[in-house]
């Protein structure tokens, strides 16, 4: 499970700062989220009884949005009547990540609730839900400053997004921690094992 989250971890970040370089993307959006999508195979693989498959399905619908996100930026270049669909794109991609990231630590309270570790199960929910609130914040106050064009409304907005992003990276990062019936520390175990026999 640990190596699940770990990838996730990651992922998050390349997708949260992707590298460019002039117009040229070095290291876009989608692939972080395709690094998300295999963290989440990895747990799925592990699962005790936590449903990975709407979390893996939501990552390829993410991967393809900021895919043909990434062509349609790298063939509209700067113009500056853009298309009104690529300006609510931001909104979509968020309202997609939101989905992702509400499924998965669903997923992950069922694995601690079937390992009977329901005081975690119950931490987890009550971050999930601070991190719909959050994230729910952000959605209307970026679609408040597309639509009525206010720029201060843009900046708060921006504000709350990394606020939101730093805080799913800590739960993401202390799910990584977190003791899954000492399933991994069984996986070290059996690996020193084969090594001392060795």
Known sequence: MRDGFKKIFWGILIATFSINLGMLQILPAFVGWMVVASGISVLQ???????YDRPKIISYIIIGATAVGSLITLFQGAQINQP????????????IE????????????????????????????GKDRIFIILM???????????????????????????????????IISSLRKEVWNNQDEREVIDN???HSLV
């Open 136 to 170: 729910g914040i952000t959605l209307v106050m970026v679609t408040l400053s597309l639509f009525l064009n206010l720029q201060s409304v843009g900046f708060f907005a921006a504000i709350i997004a990394v606020i939101t992003r730093i805080y799913l990276l800590a």
């Open 45 to 51: 693989e592990k699962s005790v009884s936590g449903d």
């Open 84 to 95: 009104i669909m690529l300006l609510f794109y931001p909104v979509v991609v968020m309202t």
């Open 98 to 125: 939101l989905l992702l990231f509400h499924r998965l630590l669903e997923a992950a309270v069922q694995d601690f609730k079937a390992i009977d570790d329901n005081q975690t199960a119950k931490i987890y929910t």
């Open 192 to 194: 020193d094992s084969e």
